[in-house]
């Protein structure tokens, strides 16, 4: 495949995000086909006329059906709210699209079970979500110093995820705080990156004993003196066992002021331990216990091109990439995946197993008991 | 009071840290009395005097009674092993003396009720218990900062205590593994600690769900080719609920590769975040949701003068107290204790409230289930 | 200008760093011209049409005066051996196209003022060199806060630029080591970018005194057994003077192991501190002696939105920007030029003066004495 | 010798730190003869004798010549004033004492010669002077790293010394700031620590060449509203070359605003490198360039007990010393010194080579030129 003719939808931090990935991953990878911007789709008219120019796509609409007849397109980004990610993905892969969504999959379990259902009938379609942490290359050699033994049998895991995006208490509600219109809260926000990652260097979960709380259990509602209900959740907490007999705790939260992008990991093993912190996304802390003992120390390993993909686009160590670029590493995985090559997308099966988690997550924290993690 | 005659109990890591603490404890805060260092016990008789006679004890012996009869000593540090608290404490408060003794306090909760009965029975006399990390000024500051309202309702607490001197699965099997000789494993040794810190900033617990498990299950016999069983705790995990509302996550740990004294707490309120690192005892980072957005960030303080009792050791700051110097501020708090002066020590009252809270998590861990701590 | 032709010469690093920037400037900042990418230009035939079709470029050659004649060219990426930047820069002045050029400049100062000379005479045509992390939003914000007067009376920098790319002494002799072929070392590679930061922030240098020393002078000749010397330097320091009464000192060195983008920087101002660390380019770290004294600390600010020009790329805080992102927004300010807007690139004429200390600590080290720089 | 008779002259921070250390030097060694505190020497007699009842003294004194004659008395602390250093040391070397005597050791080059020369001709007695940090095991073991060749060969220093006691430029005028009465300014206060670190990792400096600067050239005088001129140094940075070979850049500031205890030195070496910052004196970062490219990174190498002497003061890793801790092994060394065994303390002959560098600076500096160190 020589050319990929692709379209968007949305335009917002995650479509501008999956424009500038369309953008680069050619001249970053070479080795993929190159992308033809067909039809960008937003509600606002006069706005997807004004992205499309910008992001460089062929034409605009307003109507995303529309992208699905069009034979010149066979890539599908999916960045709108997440109540349409179940019927635009259905409906793309119906119509033989390979689909590239956003996370969190779906408002329910349910929806991301006939999201799920429908990729695997699309036989030969690749589909991937936005998981893009996953793509750190500091992380990828985290996982594979864990499968060398680098740090020998893994047993602990500690992981947390905070950001301060709804940590003010009079930042005013919202439809985003409702269970009906935005589904869960830091649980699909923000705990989906934690237990992807978890997922990634540990295994299946078995199960999970969790407390999901609302903390800030009314906002101030804009242009009134009144308040309203926050639905879903500020915190969720859980400890957690997964398959391998390993176990951990995973901490969540949108209200704690002064993370920007508090994505944490601690892998403990019985030979070493590593951490990485997405604040510091091209770092990679590790302790091995060997050697004289008065030398040993947690080592800061910076990101390098020894570091796949980190390669692809820096050759440089130490220099650094950015969070958009870990998009580009995404969409290079799927692209991989289009062309038949060996590659890790996301896809949907592995997105429902992640989906599947944070809704444990809620049922555990209702009951108050451990629950399973089929 | 003009002069205080002490004993000590124990030369081993926490008795010559108490020896330390009394040659320095006069010098340093002023306004004590001065110590008699009068006698210094062993069961080694050699060692008791090669001891005495270093730490600047009058004279040695190898019966811990014999000290009770002695009208020169009003105050006897006990740091014998764990399984000799109650015995020695007991009888020392009968005896009229004031009892500074190490933690964990005791190997059951019902030793540590009948040291607490002891305590309050023996009116007039202080008690204080080895929780020196809580005299940290940097701690303390904290505490403060939090009364003040500087980061508002707290809401969630985040705490870890990992050290790894069990980490090597090749450590050869001891008493100190045992249920009966030791009492529990990591909970005696590094949770409690973590207890204090969160009960210190976050006030009481109110229940908790816990994951208790011996990772490292068989270690060697020395001088053998068998193994024996661990039978305590190297992992203890807990959700919790404080009485005030506030939730929270406590991971400890004694096989955690590469941490040495990673007692870390992190406490998220609605206008800002602190946190703390054991192995940066001098540093205390703070985040506060006011100024301007784009100079917001987490300050490093360093400890200084204006942070008490840290003047009463060096006025420069920045220039860092060490771990022995905390015990001298414990040892000064009890000895205001002592001469009826507003203080703070670790009674035996509050080492029983944090001695609940640790088998609280064996039985919740033990159940499955969340479990209320009276 | 609606759209604008580019051409690139080079395809190394730089090359593709260029091609990259070149793919998102429009959908990063919207208000520039939208890039057609004319042609591609590398000495290798094959190598120029494979990268073409990569770099989205719509031909390849093998001769970059070719690219001179095209009318569909405005502006010309020189990314070529710093010996041929004086020819192709002139002649890409001389035939009415915009230049945007690697660093550093040129081999000698005559060749980077015959340079500023060229763009001096081209009148409307807009010149940019390769000094990216001047566009880092952290830095940009740094430069901000000093001009508030946040941090007081600047009168103390300090800086250093370290890299260990031939830190190895078994790294063999090259061309690049020659003083013919490759000019300046260490000078050349970091130094300038060191300047390049120390100029923006604390304005115009006055005089030097350096310290420039080859320390691994023999390096092996591949495929062989004998060693060749190294021509140019390794290390250099100097203690340098400002216009504005200031003073500071430079560190430099390309054989600093463990440093992989050590360039680091330190402001003293009378009210206050900042420095930053490119190998956590997110991060700036004020200190402010403002407030009471118990609570004052460095605040690791991290890069957000509010920061321009990061909000071009990432309107979420925390989540980072790459390397190669500062070139993007390196070409927005060039293009800004281009269009006649406000903007500051890195023009020929700043980037002689660049050259002029640089040139200047090879002169004061030679001396041994202090070097005015006019 | 068992026991050894100590006297105490000045109970300022620097007294109370001898003093602290009296008390605790033989419980940590063990190895040293037991302190008698025999006397204490203050001008305010009330205060003589308060000090001397807190800090364990038997007596005091409001002369201190009376110490000299004192047979009970084999060891003087000097903690007084810098202008007295050079009559109270030369007069106790002559009375037959050992002299423990603060730092800088004399407001002059002449004194700092005439003190050596009384310690030259006293056979037998031993000298030391104030530099604790030579002392901390992370720089004593970065020292033995080096001796191994752990880092290579060493050819690159840097160093700073930042405080920022004298930032504000509101602090009021006092005679600390003439050179009659105080001598160097940063020099003496803050250099002389960098120098010794530095001499003692890197050899004997061959030459400098400083730039020396008064900054806040006015201060405020109290209770007035005149201002009066500050005549010693603010700031002092140098170029310097060692008698090995090796070169580097020392920088000192005691006007940096944020900076506590900020003494930083980093040596670069052929196979590696390694940093130390005092603000963190429990951490040595340590890089070796060897094993696979993409595990390196530098290690934070937390003390520990195989780290000596920090066994002495604790067996556990990672809880830390403080800055009093130093002054105790210190002493311990002085110990060592004084009952014949092999020891490292820096004593007066040493010390007159450290004055002789920071006098450098200052010749250096007036002259703009290079200077010689002899």
Redesign the interface.
């Known amino acids: 495949m020589e050319k990929i003719g692709v379209a968007l939808i949305g335009t917002g ?1 995650m479509g ?2 999956h ?2 990935a369309y ?2 991953v ?3 990878f ?1 080795d993929v086909p ?1 992308i033809e911007r067909a039809a960008l789709c937003d509600v606002d008219e006069a706005h997807a006329r ?1 992205c499309a ?4 796509f062929a034409r605009a609409t307003t109507d995303w059906r529309d992208l699905l007849k069009d034979p010149g397109i066979q890539l599908i980004s999916i960045t709108s709210p997440n109540g349409l990610h179940r019927e635009m993905a259905v409906a793309a892969l119906a119509a033989g699209k390979h689909v590239w969504c956003e996370k969190p999959m779906a408002l329910t379990l349910a929806d991301a079970e006939a999201m799920t259902a429908a990729a695997a009938k699309a036989k030969g379609q690749a589909t991937a979500l936005g998981y893009g942490y996953l793509r750190n290359p500091a992380l990828q ?1 985290a996982r594979k ?1 864990i499968a060398q033994g680098a ?1 020998g049998e893994v ?2 895991f ?1 992981g ?1 995820v905070d950001e ?1 995006y709804m ?3 009079l930042i005013p509600w919202s439809w985003r705080l409702t269970r009906k219109d935005a589904g869960l809260g830091t649980l699909g926000d923000l705990t989906v990156h934690l237990v992807s990652l978890a997922q990634e260097l540990m295994g299946n979960f078995e199960s999970l ?3 999901v ?1 609302v ?2 259990g009314q906002r101030p509602v804009q242009g009134s003196d009144k308040t309203a209900a926050v639905e879903n959740d500020d ?1 969720a ?3 957690v ?1 997964f398959a391998s007999g390993a ?3 995973l ?1 969540s ?1 949108r ?8 994505l944490k990991i601690e892998v ?6 590593l951490w990485l912190d997405n ?3 091209n770092e ?1 802390n ?4 060997d050697g ?11 990101a ?1 091109p ?2 796949p993909a980190y390669d692809r ?13 870990l998009k580009v590493i995404e969409l290079a995985e799927l692209l991989y995946a289009v062309t038949g090559r060996p590659s890790q997308p996301v896809d949907f099966a592995r997105g429902f197993s992640i989906e599947k988690v944070i809704h444990a997550f809620a049922r555990s924290a209702e009951s ?3 629950t399973k993690i089929d």
Chains 1, 2, 3, 4 share one sequence.
Do not use: Q
């Open positions: 931090f501008k995000c424009a500038m953008g680069a050619k001249a970053a070479g190159a004004k120019a910008e992001f460089g050699f110093l740090i047993f602990d500690r947390s301060d940590a003010d208490p004993c969790a407390m709380d903390v800030h915190i907490h859980a400890l066992r176990r951990g705790v901490t939260s209200i704690a002021h002064g993370r920007k992008n508090g403990h093993g019985s030979k070493g331990m604040e510091r996304m990679l590790l302790y091995v216990a004289p003992r008065e030398e040993r120390g947690f080592r800061r390993i910076l390098g020894y570091h686009l820096c050759p440089a160590p130490g220099h650094g990439l950015g969070f958009n670029e108050g008991t451990w």
